[in-house]
């Protein structure tokens, strides 16, 4: 799925487990739930997503775009490569 052009898809406690998702665009997408353990979400936008409740245990956020997305520290403390990833409130991760 690298590269998908997915924006307010619904994938509501989608298995995503290992699934490359690099480049892709999900601006607003329903995530909440999804299990995305050691997915690659390298240069992803994923603006405005509902990641409520998604596991990113191991993900690997390289330069994702989390701007204005649902997501705790909690969990993103949990992923990968956070190099570069612009945080929810529009500030950029060191």
Excluded: F, W
Excluded at 61 to 70: P, V
């Amino acid at each position: 799925l690298s590269g998908a052009d997915l924006p307010c898809a619904e994938l509501s406690g989608a298995n995503l487990r290992e699934v490359c998702l690099e480049e892709a665009r999900l601006c607003g997408a329903d995530l909440s739930c999804a299990s995305m353990r050691g997915a690659k979400l390298r240069q992803a936008d994923l603006s405005g997503a509902d990641l409520s409740g998604a596991d990113l245990t191991g993900a690997k956020l390289e330069k994702t775009i989390l701007r204005q997305a649902k997501v705790t520290p909690a969990q993103l403390a949990k992923a990968k490569y956070l190099i570069g990833v612009t945080m929810p409130d529009g500030s950029a991760h060191p």
